[in-house]
Structures are given as C-alpha cells and as structure tokens.
C-alpha cells in the first residue's frame, strides 16, 4: 500500500475539513476522502488521535 500524505498534509487536511464545516466523522471521511483515511491511520493509532492532533495544532 502506498501512501502518499505526510503526517503534516493529514493534519492540514483534517484542519481545512473542520474549517470548512465538514464531517470529521470515520465513516463520512472514509466513504467522502478514503485517501486521508489511510494516511491518517498510517501516521496515528486511531482516527480520534489524528483528530486530537489536529485540535492541538
């Protein structure tokens, strides 16, 4: 499996998600952007923490 998001882009693309009004739900995004998804579970352990991470930034 390739992935093709740096942990900088996964945060950066989760933010711009919340900006913008979208749902951070796991199944929203794995259904509306599969590609995030996968690169954000390859970076942290869980979708929750790359949410944290993403609150913390």
């Keep these: 499996m390739e ?3 740096g942990a900088d882009e ?5 933010k711009q998600l919340q900006s913008s009004g ?3 739900s796991k199944k929203q995004v794995k259904q509306s ?3 995030l998804m996968r ?3 390859f970076y942290f352990p869980s979708w929750d923490h790359a949410l944290k991470n993403a ?3």
């Design 3 to 5: 992935f093709t998001l």
């Design 10 to 14: 996964v945060v950066r693309r989760i």
């Design 22 to 24: 979208g749902s951070t």
């Design 33 to 35: 952007d599969p590609e």
């Design 39 to 41: 690169n954000a579970l």
């Design 55 to 57: 609150d913390q930034l």
